[in-house]
């Protein structure tokens, strides 16, 4: 148990002594300050917070609040009777508070009784009782609500999730206060007939056991009762006004003094209109003068002060409105929600790359940013959201970083007088300039400057500006991480965009044979092995053909690769219709067809790992091989193998197409520049 915890605890044990065990009149003098230290801190927090989740825990500290009052009562009441003493708060109250009058102070407790009991206890189990019928009324509505902002992209799953946790917990606490405020009105009640109690038996006692008159044992005894009654029904008043407070906070957007002088003094004219009246009454009623005067020149100045003050904040408004839209426009991307509804690509730069994204310090980042989502959207078929871009200054001033979907995919660093300087291969040391590594491609640079520009162009450098640098970083991690933007909402609005023209097509894929979420996978698979999509009715006409012949969704993207041949060959053979690849020997084929193995849940490549070891070292050396003949690698395979070495070789080996025979074009001439072996 936490510290923290430990007082909770020890109060509600003490409450169970006070209601057994005689407390000293000292103890009880401290527990009752303690109380009204309690009700008042309540009652400050009830004025100071914005709604009333954030003392959610209310209900039950009203309980427990009400237990120890009324424990209270039981132990003063247990020492008034029994000594004729409550302690010296419960003195004080009885002598000081109501001047010794045990007649003023009884009706200053029955109008605290009635104050408490019909108007702030009544009105708050009111509209507690109001506000947890609306709030259960209208959950449905706001349950839709989050969904349609969800499905429609403008909050993410773990917005939505804690919009429905508020949603229960604001039900779960209207109905819980509901329930609590019925504690309040039974402590007044209690408050009542414990005064009454305390009079007519303390006069009984006093007389009887105490060996006083009846006047005595009256006074005497009225007066502590009196004063032990206003001293319970001080902080019962403080929590009934804090129960009221917090019940009908449901309107207001700050805390209560916030919204008192906000709303109360938002118009400025009727403090004049104010200020006349009270003048008025003063000059023609027998009113003295010096009363009313100085208040209505007091109101007149403050409605001066607070209407030049909403003046001055109109104004910062209308120039705050006039930035904020100049920077929306400045800022608006292409929008493509008509197309695609996807969580935003994430691009953050720290403040010394400022002016890339300025256009007034000509800046062109969001044009190239829009030119590659174009780009994008003709290469892969899949239109890339929104790229949200922003400065932040956690990162160091010349790094910028790129995230999709909150995770960091790639960092970089960018100097922006300087130009990066590619290496052609055989550095030249006549060449001054800042080493360091090409961000997309991983290639040996330097940054140089703008006089060494030409001579490094000479010498077969390829000399790039920054923001050419990173529009590039950016395009090549977005091509390689393309697979993640499609989920089945944008494979859903694909779907729905080819219906359009091809109506019949689409109704024999989906919803059956195959269901939006495994197209969605097949789509998937291919931009992973960045095979366009942009031709979707070739796709689903393969799909059409196979879907109701098998379910494996491996299988499926197998035969839509071999309906696209005539895109891949083009891909890979160029104009030129020559392809050199490294080729699998018949071993290596063999051994990987005999390990493959079928289930029921479908097919996997079981191998032993020092075989599986061997074929993916020995690619990787054909691989390095050819890179050195600036060819770009590409393994061909049979059909039956090829998603297996693909399986085999992702994990190493991202970036190498892996084709098999049928998905080339009869027409292509396939030179073999390398085989992959097992010795």
Not at 274 to 303: E, Q, R, S, W
Not at 325 to 352: A, H, R
Not at 396 to 402: F, G, V
Request: glycine share 6%; aromatic share 6%; net charge negative.
């Amino acid at each position: 148990m936490s510290a923290r915890e430990l007082p909770v605890v020890i109060g509600v044990v003490l409450i169970i002594v006070m209601l057994v065990i005689p407390l000293p009149s000292w103890l009880l003098s401290v527990l009752i300050m303690v109380n009204i230290s309690l009700a008042l801190l309540v009652l400050l927090v009830s004025m100071n917070m914005k709604e009333p989740l954030e003392l959610s825990v209310f209900p039950s500290l009203l309980l427990v609040l009400t237990l120890f009052r009324l424990g209270l009562n039981v132990s003063t009441t247990r020492s008034i009777l029994s000594a004729g003493d409550a302690g010296g708060v419960v003195e004080t109250f009885g002598n000081f508070v109501i001047g010794g009058n045990p007649l003023v102070g009884f009706v200053v407790f029955i109008i605290l009784i009635v104050i408490q009991f019909l108007v702030i206890t009544k009105g708050a189990e009111r509209v507690s009782e109001v506000a947890a019928r609306f709030t259960l009324d209208a959950m449905p509505g706001k349950q839709m609500s989050i969904d349609a902002d969800l499905n429609a992209g403008m909050i993410s799953e773990k917005q939505a999730i804690q919009r429905r946790e508020k949603i229960q917990r604001e039900a779960d606490f209207y109905g819980a206060m509901d329930g609590a405020s019925k504690f309040v009105k039974g402590d007044a009640i209690a408050g009542i007939v414990i005064t009454l109690i305390n009079i007519l038996f303390g006069i009984i006692i006093g007389m009887m056991q105490m060996g006083m008159t009846i006047s005595e044992s009256s006074q005497t005894f009225t007066l502590l009762t009196v004063g032990d009654g206003l001293v319970s029904q001080i902080p019962a008043l403080m929590i009934s006004t804090a129960t009221g407070i917090i019940v009908t906070r449901a309107a207001s957007t700050g805390n209560l003094s916030e919204d008192i002088t906000q709303q109360l003094f938002a118009f400025p004219t009727m403090l004049y209109v104010t200020a006349g009246t009270i003048a008025a009454l003063g000059l023609i009623t027998p009113i003295n003068d010096i009363l009313t005067l100085p208040l209505a020149l007091l109101l007149a100045v403050g409605g001066y002060y607070l209407a030049r003050e909403k003046v001055q904040s109109a104004n910062e408004e209308v120039a705050l409105s006039e930035e904020e839209l100049q920077t929306d426009e400045m800022k608006s991307p292409e929008s493509v929600v008509n197309l695609l509804s996807v969580d935003p690509i994430e691009f953050e730069f720290g403040y010394g790359l400022i002016p890339l994204a300025d256009t007034n310090q000509g800046g062109d980042l969001l044009d190239r940013i829009i030119m590659i989502r174009r780009q994008l959207a003709l290469e892969l078929g899949l239109v890339i959201p929104v790229v949200r871009i922003r400065d932040n200054i956690q990162l160091q001033p010349n790094e910028y970083r790129l995230k999709i979907k909150g995770n960091e995919m790639a960092r970089g660093d960018i100097l922006l007088d300087h130009y990066l300087a590619i290496s052609p291969g055989v550095d030249d040391d006549l060449i001054e300039g800042i080493d360091t590594i090409e961000p997309a491609f991983q290639m040996p640079a330097k940054w140089i400057s703008e006089t060494t520009k030409e001579q490094a162009e000479m010498f077969g450098y390829t000399v790039v500006d920054p923001p050419s640098v990173v529009s590039t970083h950016i395009t090549e991690v977005i091509k390689s991480h393309a697979h993640e933007l499609i989920g089945r909402q944008e494979t859903k609005q694909l779907i729905d965009h080819i219906k359009e023209a091809y109506p019949i097509l689409i109704e024999e894929v989906t919803p059956t044979p195959l269901s939006v979420g495994d197209v969605q996978r097949v789509l998937a698979k291919l931009l992973k092995e960045r095979v366009s999509i942009r031709n979707l009715p070739i796709i689903f006409e393969v799909l059409a053909d196979y879907g109701k012949m098998t379910s494996d969704i491996d299988l499926l993207t197998e035969y839509v690769r071999q309906g696209l041949s005539r895109q891949i060959t083009n891909q890979y053979a160029g104009g030129n219709n020559l392809l050199r690849v490294i080729t699998l020997s018949g071993k290596v084929e063999k051994t990987m067809a005999e390990g493959v193995q079928q289930t029921e849940h479908g097919n996997y490549l079981s191998l032993d790992p020092y075989v599986s070891q061997t074929i993916v070292e020995n690619i990787a050396q054909q691989v390095e091989s050819l890179s050195f003949q600036e060819q770009a690698p590409v393994i061909l395979c049979s059909p039956a193998v090829r998603m297996y070495v693909r399986q085999m070789t992702e994990r190493y080996l991202p970036h190498v197409a892996i084709l098999s025979y049928n998905e080339l074009e009869a027409n292509v001439e396939v030179q073999s520049v390398g085989v992959v072996d097992l010795s």
